[in-house]
T-cell receptor
């Protein structure tokens, strides 16, 4: 099925652990983004990419790394998990002037 | 920095009543998009408005983009329980690309049957 695939759907981490959230899209979209969603805070942009090899920071990039080696994949790395990173993470992709297609999300809890 | 204010934050209606959510930007937007997120789900694209004063309809939903391209609204006529969810607006500052959207905080709609 065409769309944005995020894995895992749920994850529990201990403080200080690292992990990678996976995101893949099969629509040949140039743009990909990572958002976190917290109650009352809406969607906040973590990092985004306008094409393979190009990434840039959003409004809340600290504690996260990204890379874009291919058009299809845009993984998000948590370097040393903290309880403040407990959130729902969404990956999204789009053409340059089009609608965003979101993945189903990863629900992350850091204890 | 640039902001998009969205009101109200919450709205409870009886099924059959109308509902409106408003977005106001501190700066002129290139375009504005609207998304719906069902409880426990992910945002789903509804529509994009590009032109000043543009009005678009999707069945019971009417979307407007202000003349100054700083405000927008979503109006639902005769709400149904299937309309439950959070509605987000997202504005783009850059003509020709949507690489960074400015998101409103959303309006959560509850519909009593």
């Amino acid at each position: 099925n065409a769309g944005v695939t995020q894995t895992p759907k749920f994850q529990v981490l201990k403080t200080g652990q690292s992990m990678t959230l996976q995101c893949a899209q099969d629509m040949n979209h140039e743009y990909m983004s990572w958002y976190r969603q917290d109650p009352g805070m809406g969607l906040r942009l973590i990092h985004y990419s306008v094409g393979a090899g190009i990434t840039d920071q959003g409004e809340v990039p600290n504690g996260y790394n990204v890379s874009r080696s291919t058009t299809e994949d845009f993984p998000l790395r948590l370097l040393s998990a903290a309880p403040s990173q407990t959130s729902v993470y969404f990956c999204a992709s789009s053409y340059s002037t089009g609608a965003y297609t979101f993945g189903s999300g990863t629900r992350l809890t850091v204890v | 920095g640039q902001q998009v204010m969205q009101i109200p934050q919450y709205q409870h209606v009886q099924e059959g009543e109308d509902f409106t959510t408003y977005c106001n930007s501190s700066t002129t937007l290139s375009n504005i998009q609207w998304y719906k997120q069902r409880p426990g789900g992910h945002p789903v694209f509804l529509i994009q408005l590009v032109k000043s004063g543009e009005v678009k309809k999707q069945k019971r939903l009417t979307f407007q983009f202000g003349e100054a391209k700083k405000n927008s609204s979503l109006h639902i006529t005769a709400t149904q329980t299937t309309d439950v969810g959070t509605y987000f607006c997202a504005g783009s500052l850059y003509a020709g690309n949507n690489r960074k959207l400015i998101w409103g905080l959303g309006t959560s709609l509850a519909v009593n049957p």
